[in-house]
């Protein structure tokens, strides 16, 4: 109860922030109003399982892969920051920069939508490493897949386009070695598909279970 109240103070405080003043973006500003209270909704909706209510990191996968689309939100102060994030390659099979295709079915190598909640850090092929544990249906195999944040050489801003990953969202390194320590062990993560942007033609591919 405690924490919907927060929110919704912090919504309020965005809502009446002076024009003027010279402060972090808020979340809002940052990735879009409608995104913004679409975040909140999972947000509550899923309060229980958020261990670390400090932050929440909202992907819109519904952008290019050339935009910065992985928000760290501070639910403290609603301000955000963006990032450069992949999407799987079986997303993204013609290599067009866009995410059309979504999957939670093992060796798909597509990326998984919905709500999801970081769990342990761990040292593997990519490095410093954050697992996420997905929270619905369409993303419940999220452990079994591997489906991690890690960092990864393929994205970087020199790039016109960032490299696909296996259905991870992997950030550029220094950002990954960064962000990581703060976002482990209970962090919401939503990440959001085109499927619901008018105009944008997707695919999900379901599996239950």
Known sequence: MARTARLLLVS???????AGLAL????PEVMGQHLWQEAMQVQTRFAAKAKNDRYMVVIDYSRPSAEPRFFLVDLK??????F?????RGSDP??????????????????????????????GKH????????????NSAARERAIVIHGADYVSPQRKKMGRSWGCPALERRVALDLIPKIANGVLVYTYGPQKSAGLDSEIVDQAG
């Open 12 to 18: 309020l405080l965005l809502a009446c922030k002076p």
């Open 127 to 138: 490095g410093l490493s954050l697992r996420l544990d997905g929270l619905e249906t369409q």
């Open 77 to 82: 102060t609603g301000s955000a920051n963006a």
């Open 84 to 88: 450069l994030v992949s999407h799987g």
């Open 94 to 123: 013609d290599h067009d920069g866009m995410a059309d295709r979504f999957s939670n079915v093992p060796g798909s190598k597509m990326t998984s939508l919905g709500a999801f909640v970081t769990a342990e850090t761990y040292y």
């Open 24 to 27: 972090a973006k808020s979340a």
